[in-house]
């Protein structure tokens, strides 16, 4: 897709460039280091559990994946529109769908590298004599860039739908936590159709996908697909609406 | 080179641009007038493949703007009224950006930036942050966004609003001679800058096309030609002339074979003021005319309409511009 290397490199290198993504970067270095430490801790020791537990083990880890990628994602649209930049993007001889997935794998990018943190936790136990299981760190680093990229596809249709940032962030938030929950809620649900419901939100369970493969080390091509599927879908939907916001003006 | 027919385009129940036609040669330099919210940055806007005409067909270069909007979008240098520019990258980076965008090699888009750089002038600040610029510097690197794939179309809205008369000049002079290798077409309700730039102007008025035509074509249609001023002593010495004498002025104007009307405009002390319209020499004849009759005169000169004039008396809707089937080029087309 040409013109999409292009928009990624910009992207990448606007978020570097803004104090926000390395202010980021450096309190969720600080965050994941903190809770490594005190399952390491609890855990007497157990370095693999520990690790996964900082890489979608543990809440502590949803918290970041649902709130990170709208605060990166949240401008990417909305404040573009206002500058005129969007105008400039959209008048070059470059797809839409360049544009937006370009947008989307420069956070996914930046969240890879946050997660990335991890081979550094790793690296240091091995240096102290306790080395990790290198294959799940990684089957967990690439499940957590994997939801990371889901979750900022989803940021970059709100960001395309709504004009501020500010709330760009926040309903994409919303949409997020609606996510991860929803199966959750139908598994609790005991009224009738609950069965039903909850077998058809199987279908958007990303915490059950995500645990039930990637945290045990295993690469299961399904539970990849599943997530690039939907990032894929998540994605074809910005384009739409920022398609959409040419014909409405 | 751009041929529009019949463009229409719509915000919701807003009529933005309301079927409009108009076609540009290739090399031409034209001037987009029109008061503020007439549908020239709309109109752009289409032409540039940002928004998708209502209804309407819109081509570049043969290609139609909804259905290959990329072939049109690589003709065109577009230089928006916002001036969008990554206020946190370096002009030279933001010159590679929009060079690989384009699909330039890094090495070519490289050698562009430095061309078009030395082009705007802003040669010593390729390495500065696009945020610390002046206004005037960001519209120039603006400007050198828009040079860069050195397309054969250049589409300018408001190169020039909000600089300063210095700066104003600087980028006018730099459109001039961007002018004579391209098709150009330029916005501005800064009049003298269009009337210094543009031999062709294209006036919108709510949407619609109000005029369209070289300057001198619009001024003899629209603001009636030339005109003379003639004031002279009518009366006697420091007394207001009285009717019989002005009379007998007018009367003596008006048999001159050139002149088709005279009229009074007024006076102060023994003088009287005409305004005199007609074809031909008609200020050498009023001067020999003022010479046989051995008339006092304080001024005679020729008054030209001007661009500002005309402007107004659209923007006024003063002026009612009528289709004229008799003159298809520089015809007078829209709100009748």
Known sequence: MKGFGAIYRRELAGLFLAPLAWVLFFLVLLYQAY??????????GEVNGSLAFVLGGGTPFWL?????????????ISEESRSGLLEFLLTAPVADAAVVSGKALAAATFL????????????????LGAPPDWGLVFAAWLGASLVSALFSALGLVSSALFSTPLLAAFMAILVNIALFALPFLARSWRGTGGAV?????????????????????ALDSAHCAFFLAWTAAALFLAVRVVESRRWLG | MITVQHLTRRFGPRLAVDDVSFHLERGEVVGF?????????????????????????VEVGGHDVLRDSLAVRERIGYLPESVPLYREHRVQEMLVFQGRLRGLARAEAKRRAGLVL???????????????????????????????PDPEVLV???????LDPLQRIEVRRLIQELARERTVLLSSHILPEIEAVCPRVIILQRGRLAADGTQTELLA???????????????????????????????????????????????EGDFAAFEVRGQGALAEGLGRLAQREGWAVRELSTQRPTLEGLFARIALELEPARPDPAQPEGSLEGAA
Do not use: C
């Open chain 2, 118 to 148: 030395e082009r705007v002038g802003l040669s010593e600040r390729a390495r500065s942050l696009i945020g610390r610029l002046s206004k005037g510097q960001r519209q120039r690197v603006g400007l050198a966004v828009a040079l860069l």
């Open chain 1, 64 to 76: 970041l994946t649902l709130f990170l990628p709208p605060l990166l994602t949240m401008r990417m």
């Open chain 1, 112 to 127: 890879a590298l946050v997660w990335a943190s991890a081979f550094l936790f790793g690296a240091l136990t091995a240096l």
């Open chain 1, 197 to 217: 419901l909850a077998r058809a939100l199987e279908y958007t369970d990303v915490l059950g996908h995500y645990q039930g493969s990637f945290l045990s080390g």
């Open chain 2, 221 to 267: 249609r629209l603001g009636g030609g030339n005109f003379v001023r003639l004031e002279l002593a009518a009366g006697p010495d420091g007394a207001t002339p009285d009717a019989a004498a002005l009379a007998l002025v007018r009367a003596r104007i008006a048999a001159l074979p050139d002149v088709t009307s005279v009229e009074a405009r007024g006076g």
């Open chain 2, 33 to 57: 007038l029109g008061p503020n919210g007439a549908g020239k940055t709309t109109t752009m806007r289409v032409l540039t493949g940002f928004l998708p005409p209502s209804a309407g067909t």
């Open chain 2, 156 to 162: 300018l809205d408001e190169p020039t609003s909000g």
């Open chain 1, 35 to 44: 809770f490594f430490l005190l399952v390491l801790d609890t855990k007497g």
